[in-house]
């Protein structure tokens, strides 16, 4: 049978699930990481000390878990949540390594890069004067973009919005004279295709034709583009075209089949860098990170290779 160890700041379904759950703030994420990480690899706990001072975690939950994990080396998996910080991430594919977990229960594959900026880099061009127009697919930044950026003045300097969305929301009525509202179709109308976590191309299809002619947005970005294609199914069509040249016939075997076979990215090999990781730690240690309460959430589990 399979263990879980969950250590979260806010309950989730996961950590219901959990065999043991530890409750912590994601700030103090970081020092659990380090403490666990000491345990596991004692040489290196003198590095590691100045990292966990101020934790009050009971010595017996970290015990329990150390004991498992050293027991099930090779079989183990650590994972930490996408939104806690390098040095987190850091300690964690170096506990990994140490207990024997690549190419056993972790792989890396070569991801492809996004290019994408964040809404920060977004923002900064927008105080620019820069951004003319301004597309915005399906988010609503005027209710949930940091506030410190101050998103409703940003939009208004911008002289023209287009605004796909289910309904007229808070994005939609900022500057509504100079904002564009596109009719977005739901996702059980919609065309489309995806990665998994492995890089294996599935496709996205639709339960229902669109009831009231709402736009995709494979279709408004195949729009701004200048394509003249712009049918989802062509659109998801030429994609899969792309990828794999099997024509109409291939089209229908990738929808009757799930997935697009051998489209998964490759495996890479990689080693833990000590050189690499001490910078990382240099560099948070001059921060000098203080123990307090967060609220975002952060994980780390450990399965057997066979869940």
Not at 58 to 82: F, M, P, Q
Not at 208 to 214: E, H, K, T
């Amino acid at each position: 049978m399979n263990r879980l160890y969950m250590a979260e700041s806010g309950l989730s379904i996961t950590g219901t699930m959990a065999d043991h759950r530890l409750r912590l703030p994601s700030s103090h994420m970081l020092a659990f990481a380090a403490k666990l990480a000491s345990e596991i690899y004692p040489q290196a706990a003198a590095t590691f000390a100045p990292f966990t001072q101020g934790l009050t975690v009971d010595a017996k939950w970290i015990a329990a878990c150390v004991a498992d994990l050293n027991e099930h080396r090779g079989t183990s998996l650590i994972v930490a949540g996408a939104h806690l910080p390098a040095e987190v991430h850091v300690l964690v594919y170096g506990i990994n390594s140490v207990l024997g977990n690549f190419g056993q229960t972790v792989d890396f594959i070569a991801a492809e890069p996004s290019g994408a900026a964040s809404i920060s880099d977004l923002a900064a061009t927008m105080k620019g004067g820069s951004v003319k127009t301004l597309v915005i697919l399906g988010g609503n930044p005027a209710y949930n973009a940091p506030a410190d950026l101050d998103w409703a003045a940003l939009q208004k300097s911008v002289g023209e919005v287009v605004r796909l969305g289910y309904h007229v929301d808070e994005t939609s009525e900022v500057n509504a004279a100079a904002t564009t509202h596109l009719a977005a179709a739901h996702y059980l109308e919609s065309w489309g295709d995806a990665r998994t976590v492995d890089g294996t191309v599935v496709p996205v299809q639709p339960m229902i034709l669109p009831l009231f002619g709402g736009l995709t947005q494979i279709e408004v970005i195949a729009r701004l583009a200048g394509e003249a294609k712009a049918e989802p199914y062509a659109l998801v069509f030429d994609t899969i075209e792309g990828l794999a040249h099997g024509g109409e016939k291939g089209m229908q075997k990738f929808l009757h089949d799930g997935v697009l076979e051998g489209s998964a990215l490759p495996k890479q090999s990689v080693r833990y860098s000590n050189q690499s990781s001490r910078r990382c730690s240099t560099a948070s240690r001059r921060r000098a990170p203080r123990l307090q309460q967060g609220q975002p959430r952060g994980a780390l589990r450990r399965r057997s290779h066979d869940g």
